[in-house]
């Protein structure tokens, strides 16, 4: 694994912390009301940054 994969896989995992303290604290000041609809946010927002939940960087 090169340096660009390693800074790339370590940029993706802070993309996905960041992405679901977003989600929870969303959940929270909503009551989780609209939980489906973030989720649904997330997952297609994380789609276009080409992430993907089921894939893990060592996966590849």
């Known amino acids: 694994m090169g ?3 390693k800074f ?3 940029a993706q995992d ?3 912390d960041i992405s679901d303290n ?3 604290e969303v959940n929270e000041k ?3 009301k609209y939980a489906d609809k973030v989720d ?3 997952n297609a927002a994380e ?3 080409g992430m993907s939940r089921d ?3 060592d996966d590849k």
């Open 3 to 5: 340096a660009f994969d």
């Open 8 to 10: 790339r896989d370590q």
């Open 14 to 16: 802070k993309a996905r």
């Open 22 to 24: 977003l989600e929870e």
């Open 30 to 32: 909503t009551g989780d």
């Open 40 to 42: 649904k946010a997330q």
């Open 47 to 49: 789609g276009k940054l």
């Open 55 to 57: 894939e893990k960087p």
